[in-house]
């Protein structure tokens, strides 16, 4: 007898639940990462079960979580460039990604209000680094239906050990004046961006002074080649990472305990919109919009 009344109240609670209630709050959540992008909307909307609805009236991959419907775009790499109608395009420095998630039904009536939640998550592809700390400009997300996210990534510009460019060296980067004219790996990396995305260095140059266009500098890379043959541009736009290595050197007439400020101007390529590798053979080389200005800090130290 109590398993049978048991059994009766589960009943009588399914039957009291019933459908869902529509909930016709015109609103959309939108997370925007580095390689994902997660919509969400309230459960039900207009009467609508999560199987009648399809991102990019394509995928019906929405699933319950937590009062909503979620949607997610799993990957913004160039394989998956159309995911579920996903569309994407690049309007100088921005770049933008659309898509929608649209009501179908093929019953013959339709009792329910068509809804067609559009969203779209926007980001610049410029970073300003200073002084090796991380300072990011933090990309917005415009959402139709009053929404917002956020996107967040990184550069850096980093010293390494050798041409290998496995071992990062630790602030602060010291050269003694025994070691002028060794060799220097330097290198700017993009850490959580989808492998679509490719670090190119535009120009870089080193200067006495913490001041991006001081008067005194010194050139190392221009339009993305060495300025001379003991530059050495390892990779260019071809990963999430740029290297180079140059000669150690100290500017003139400045105090026995100086500093070397290197410079470089930089941006994010999307390797679906543009070719991003940078070759030098013929000099000539495609330039996009001018990004963000990394800095680093280079003691020079008499012993």
Not at 140 to 154: D, L, P, Y
Not at 190 to 211: H, I
Request: charged share 15%.
């Amino acid at each position: 007898m109590v398993t049978l009344a048991i059994y009766l109240l589960v009943i009588l609670a399914r039957a009291l639940a019933g459908p869902c209630i529509p909930n016709k709050a015109d609103v959309i959540l939108v997370y925007c990462y580095p390689k994902t992008i997660i919509t969400r909307i309230p459960e039900c909307p207009y009467g609508w079960e999560v199987n009648q609805l399809a991102l990019g009236g394509i995928c019906y991959n929405g699933i319950h979580d937590s009062g909503y419907y979620q949607f997610t775009i799993p990957d913004l790499s160039p394989k998956n460039k159309s995911y579920c109608g996903t569309q994407s395009e690049f309007k100088n420095p921005m770049y933008h990604f659309y898509n929608s998630i649209i009501s179908n039904d093929s019953s013959v009536i339709v009792k329910s209000q068509p809804v067609n939640y559009s969203f779209a998550c926007t980001y610049n592809a410029n970073y300003l680094v200073n002084q090796a700390a991380f300072d990011q400009r933090v990309a917005t997300v415009h959402v139709k239906n009053g929404s917002s996210g956020s996107f967040e990534s990184q550069l850096s510009l980093n010293f390494y050990s050798n041409a290998k460019f496995s071992s990062i060296k630790e602030a602060p980067f010291v050269v003694e004046t025994s070691e002028i004219g060794s060799d220097i790996f330097a290198g700017v990396e993009a850490k959580g961006l989808s492998d679509r995305f490719k670090v190119v260095l535009n120009n870089c140059w080193a200067t006495p002074s913490s001041e991006y266009f001081y008067q005194i500098h010194w050139p190392l890379i221009s339009k993305g080649c060495a300025t001379d043959y003991s530059i050495l541009v390892h990779e260019n736009g071809k990963t999430n990472r740029a290297t180079f290595q140059f000669n150690a050197f100290r500017f003139r007439n400045i105090p026995k305990l100086s500093k070397v400020w290197l410079h470089c101007e930089t941006h994010v390529c999307d390797s679906e919109k543009f070719s991003c590798p940078v070759t030098c053979d013929k000099r000539k080389q495609r330039v996009e919009q001018t990004g963000g200005v990394l800095v680093a800090e280079i003691t020079v130290r008499s012993e």
